[in-house]
């Protein structure tokens, strides 16, 4: 199934080399991109020149990296030096960074084959990637549904085979929720354990950068790689303890597995089937099921939505048509500039977070929303650290249901914020978070369930993940599109 | 209760214009989230724990010239300049 150890081994071995393997995946992104419309920039020039350099690295019999001619993708909101990133707005056509996020930087240097950019909701604002200004990316497994959000694109390609991985961005669920809905792997690591550095900002607080996966072993490999201390980031820790990838395999004979109720209530029952059924295979492994009560969850999504609106409101003010991006054409006088900049540049949903959060900021609201969604942030955090006196790892639904069809998010905003009901709490706590394929429902759509831990409690989350895919099958089903291996 | 005028003022303050037309709609979606942020008004808070939620503390280096990048890279990016500087706008 095109996995990163697949790949290496293939290279390693000279089954295939680097160039060819390179361009098998640019073809089958040239036929299959019109219909899934992942990718929003192939960077086919860039990935050839460093397949061959791998290529010759391999004939000159050195030893290469397990990322090493790897093709994968970014997300569009991911820096790239000389290599435009709009993050899928109209305010950024036409920029090109003049420098790498520092995870590019990193998986430039292991010779990671970048064969383009992938599509996402605008500011990674969104659920369903249909706010991006290129349109939204489909689900592979279905292309009349959509791919979910924000990193919608980097899902996409990896379900449809057309890059063996990709790296994210996940504010309020958008690593996971969209491995969810492509039936694929998703970690959001632990808040500081990757560097952020050349991440455009939605809401710097929550933000994470996190690989999206076909396999947890892949996840793992991946975020060993990247969870690295960097100065330019002064939120910045690394990843704390030995690789996560040395602990994978081990017994989870009497680990606790907490089930939260609270999780549960309003998820589609084919949802809750496929994860109730994942835990007779965790007491067939020894493990413990621990139910319990997580009331504090309740208040997470109105805190979410006010806290990462204000830290918008904040970040994108950056964006006055005068450094970068777009600049309107006719204007009179400098604040006529700015504004008319702003209003056509950004989309319909951005310009409602950035005016919710110049709300909640407001004089006279300030306390009401803000100040209280931030004492809130602190009760739900005590509560997860109270939640992990009784158990090791907390399982629970990604998404309460599956991909739903394209066109159907933009139509309520409320309806789809609470798509995210599952995924906020973590990124509000600073947790890690792992999504794992575990079915599919009647109509062929995947399902997904999350593992979450304590701070950088990484290390067992992807340990449960992995003793689970071992135990129940990777519930991955290839598509009809992308690469064969 | 969000009204126009509040939608305007906050229009205002965050740099938008909104077409008068558009004006009721965005006001009544505004009303609806700001009801649905309403509900953590419900919520007791036991403690003041106010931020710092990721555990952070201020991050300070030597104050020390470092290299940094050359004017004419960083305005490759403007939409407009002169003189090796930002163009804001151009004189009426």
């Not at chain 1, 690295?57 to 030096?81: C, F, R």
């Not at chain 1, 504004?339 to 959060?357: M, Y």
Request: overall charge negative; aromatic content about 8%.
């Amino acid at each position: 199934m095109g996995t990163i150890a697949k790949i290496h081994e293939l290279l390693e071995t000279k089954q295939i080399s680097c160039e060819e393997l390179t361009k098998q995946y640019l073809d089958e992104i040239n036929k299959a991109n019109g219909e899934l419309n992942a990718y929003v920039l192939v960077t086919d020039k860039q990935a050839l020149e460093t397949a061959k350099a791998v290529d010759k690295k391999i004939a000159d019999g050195e030893k290469i990296g397990m990322l090493e001619g790897v093709p994968m993708t970014l997300k569009d909101n991911l820096s790239t030096k000389e290599i435009e990133t709009t993050c899928c707005s109209k305010i950024l056509k036409g920029y090109k960074p003049i420098y790498d996020a520092t995870v590019w930087e990193i998986l430039k240097s292991q010779n990671a084959v970048l064969l383009g950019k992938t599509n996402m909701d605008e500011f990674a604002m969104g659920s369903s990637c249909e706010t991006s200004c290129f349109g939204g990316a489909t689900n592979p497994h279905n292309t009349k549904h959509c791919s979910g959000g924000s990193s919608g694109g980097v899902a996409s390609a990896v379900g449809g085979n057309i890059a063996a991985y990709g790296l994210g961005s996940d504010t309020g669920g958008s690593i996971r929720q969209p491995a969810s809905f492509c039936g694929i792997v998703g970690l959001k690591p632990t808040y500081g354990t990757v560097s952020r550095y050349g991440l455009i900002a939605y809401a710097s607080s929550l933000d994470q950068i996190g690989p999206i996966t076909k396999s947890v072993e892949d996840a793992s490999i991946v975020y060993d790689v990247i969870s690295q201390y960097d100065p330019k980031d002064s939120t910045s820790q690394g990843k704390k303890g030995p690789n996560t990838f040395d602990t994978l395999n081990n017994d989870i004979k009497g680990m606790k597995i907490g089930i939260p109720k609270e999780y549960f209530e309003g998820v589609r029952d084919d949802v809750k089937e496929a994860i109730f059924a994942s835990l007779k295979i965790f007491e067939d492994m020894g493990a413990q099921i621990v139910h319990f009560d997580l009331p504090a969850v309740k208040y997470a999504l109105p805190v979410y939505y006010i806290i990462a609106c204000a830290e918008a409101s904040s970040n994108l003010g950056r964006y006055d048509g005068i450094r970068y991006g777009y600049k309107t054409a006719h204007y009179n006088g400098t604040h006529d500039m700015v504004c008319r900049t702003r209003s056509e540049g950004f989309g319909e949903e951005v310009k409602r977070r950035i005016l919710l959060g110049t709300y909640v900021l407001s004089a006279g609201y300030y306390d009401a929303y803000y100040k209280k969604a931030q004492n809130l942030r602190g009760t739900i955090v005590s509560a997860f650290n109270k939640a992990f006196e009784c158990c090791d790892v907390i399982l629970a639904p990604t998404v309460p249901m599956t991909a739903f069809e394209m066109g159907h998010a933009v139509s309520d905003p409320i309806e789809t914020y609470l798509t995210d009901i599952c995924t906020v709490p973590v990124n509000i706590a600073g947790l890690p978070g792992v999504s794992v394929p575990c079915g599919f429902n009647a109509k062929g759509m995947p399902i997904g369930m999350q593992f979450i831990g304590k701070k950088f409690g990484e290390a067992q989350i992807l340990n449960a993940a992995y003793k689970y895919q071992q135990a129940a099958g990777e519930n991955f089903k290839d598509t009809k599109w992308g690469v064969k291996l | 209760m969000v009204t126009r005028e509040d939608v305007e003022n906050i229009a205002l303050l965050s740099k938008l214009f909104v077409p008068e037309e558009e004006l009721d709609a965005l006001t009544k979606d505004m009303q609806e989230i700001i009801d649905f942020a309403d509900t953590i008004n419900n919520a007791s808070v036991d403690e003041e724990c106010f931020d710092n939620i990721n555990n952070l503390s201020n991050v300070l280096r030597e104050d020390e010239v470092v290299k940094s990048y050359p004017s004419e890279e960083i305005l490759k990016n403007a939409p407009e300049q002169a003189e090796q500087h930002f163009l804001v706008r151009n004189r009426e």
